[in-house]
């Protein structure tokens, strides 16, 4: 096992996009790490290098998700090159690509794969932190060359290219496709996108499906997708890990006869198209009316003046658990009124008990709001 320490140095990720092409071609499996973060010593423990890797293991993505749990996805060769494969298939042909989000997670490495598979050499944005005037820069080599013109991004990343415009808006709108993922996207980003002419397309998937492998809600070439009686949504097709590192049981229950469970809770519109409800732990169980997360938050994004919302169940008395909500605002906001508008739209119980607001959501990993942080603020004393 080699592993990559990524220290957000240009040379660090020319390292990890040599390893990787090597890996994808039969040699040494690679294990990214955040240098900056510190639990890389702890992940890297986890993943024990000095055992035996499992077959036909090219890259091990480790994370500790949102349990916290230690947790390393085993891509092979031919996931990493279908997902990559099929994505160019989806975008309109390979091209050239900007590394804009950590290689140590999937939609970071997978860029690194698509672009060594288009003959391409990528550009890297490097750095602390995302920077608008830096991207337009990174931006400028993959915008000069020809042939389509390609990056990834996760929400927050497009937004403060919406707000600050400029150049980094410039070289957005300059992209061919701009993949977004990590995070959902709210109807009232893809509006603000479309209008300033920023071209793209939203993706779902997760290192157990070699990154996205649903484009604006439908899958890729070779990958299908149900949905198992409890709603939760169901994966399958060369895309796929082969499993956990050292988690024979884990891997088990969740990889089954060619399919990989998600903890998404979605459903299959009659059109085809994939539809993800929130994660199926985020439904919020309050005085025995069961209350989807993400069905509040998109009734409270869609209100005049509300940029973003998280809502979390917090442990009640009265009612087993309590709805409450962050919001991130944008002007003035009355809180009343985007409790009757849940209320309209959902009903009484969805209504939250408390809503607070705040300047921006917490946010962990590529990009994903931070639920735990946003209960923690809560119950803060």
């Known amino acids: 096992m080699r592993v990559v320490w990524l220290d957000g140095s240009a040379a660090a990720i020319a390292a990890l996009a040599e390893a990787v092409a090597a890996a994808v071609e039969g040699g040494e499996t690679v294990l990214p790490l955040n240098a900056a973060d510190p639990s890389a010593q702890s992940l890297l423990e986890a993943m024990s290098p000095e055992q035996p890797v499992e077959p036909d293991t090219a890259v091990i993505i480790a994370t500790s998700g949102s349990t916290g749990a230690p947790k390393g996805v085993l891509l092979s060769a031919r996931a990493l090159t279908a997902s990559a494969t099929s994505t160019h298939v989806r975008l309109g042909g390979p091209g050239s690509w900007l590394l804009a989000t950590p290689a140590h997670y999937i939609g970071g490495l997978q860029v690194l794969v698509r672009a060594r598979l288009a003959g391409m050499k990528p550009a890297f944005l490097t750095g602390e932190g995302f920077r608008t005037d830096a991207f337009a820069a990174a931006a400028a080599p993959v915008l000069a060359a020809e042939g389509p013109r390609y990056t990834a991004l996760v929400p927050t990343q497009l937004v403060r290219l919406l707000d600050d415009g400029g150049a980094g808006l410039a070289a957005a709108r300059a992209f061919d496709a701009i993949v977004l993922g990590a995070a959902a996207t709210s109807p009232k980003l893809r509006t603000r996108a479309e209008e300033a002419g920023v071209r793209i397309v939203p993706a779902y998937g997760m290192s157990e499906t070699a990154s996205g492998c649903v484009y604006d809600g439908v ?95 917090l442990p009640d008395a009265e009612w087993g658990e309590a709805v409450v909500a962050l919001v991130v605002a944008e002007q003035t906001v009355d809180a009343n009124a985007l409790r009757a508008a849940v209320r309209t739209e959902l009903g009484a119980a969805a209504t939250p008990k408390r809503l607070e607001f705040a300047t921006e959501l917490p946010l962990r990993g590529p990009g994903k709001v931070d639920r735990t942080a946003v209960r923690a603020r809560f119950v803060a004393p």
């Not at 994966?235 to 891997?251: C, F």
């Open 219 to 313: 899958p890729l070439d070779g990958v299908r997708v149900e949905q198992d009686a409890d709603e939760r949504l169901c994966i399958s097709g060369d895309v796929l890990a082969h499993g956990y590192r050292l988690a024979p049981e884990l891997s088990a229950e969740s990889f089954h006869g060619g399919w990989f469970r998600t903890s998404d809770r979605g459903r299959l519109l009659p059109d085809g198209r994939v539809e993800v409800l929130g994660r199926a732990d985020d439904v919020i169980n309050t005085g025995g009316v069961k209350v989807s997360a993400a069905s509040v938050e998109r009734v409270l994004g869609s209100c005049p003046g509300v940029r973003e919302a998280c809502v979390v169940g």
